[in-house]
């Protein structure tokens, strides 16, 4: 007889058996044993479960790891445009980046429209930038040449 230990690994449980089996003909298998160990949920994972909803805590916290990530890289674009922008000339300390004042809301769009059809300065043109920056999460930094 061969004795043979198997084991099922779940994400909730484990399960296992311990089987006999037979070398020859003349010998029969059998079961000697076997068992389930169930890893409680905790009542988030209880409640989420009774709700159908399939996240996991691995996978929430997976997300919010990416969202970590992908916010500091935007940080990260965000800075290295505003210093290539400074370097070149383009904006100083004292130049306004945002949005400010009383019916200003669009005013960021209204210069990218007019930038497709008349020229604007350099510090309007870096705010463009900015806000394509700012709305594409994949836009990329691009070395400006003048």
């Known amino acids: 007889m061969k004795k043979i230990l198997g084991l ?6 484990i399960g296992w058996a311990v089987v006999n089996e037979a070398t020859n003909k003349d010998e029969k298998s059998s079961i000697v044993k076997l068992g389930v160990r169930v890893n409680p949920l905790t009542v988030d994972e ?5 709700k159908g909803k399939p996240i996991t805590t691995n996978a929430d916290r997976t997300l919010k790891r990416s969202m970590r990530r992908n916010l500091q890289r935007y940080k ?4 290295n445009l505003i210093s290539c922008l400074k370097e070149n000339g383009f904006i100083n300390d004292e130049s306004i980046l945002c949005e ?3 019916r200003t809301t669009f005013e960021t769009y209204r210069l990218r429209a007019k930038a497709a059809t008349e020229e604007i300065t350099l510090e309007e043109l870096a705010r463009v930038l900015l806000m394509i920056n ?3 999460d994949n836009a990329k930094v691009y070395q400006i040449i003048i």
């Open 100 to 102: 400010n004042g009383n």
């Open 76 to 79: 990260l674009r965000r800075e």
């Open 134 to 136: 700012n709305v594409n």
């Open 8 to 13: 099922d690994l779940g994400t909730t449980s």
């Open 46 to 50: 209880q409640t989420n479960f009774e």
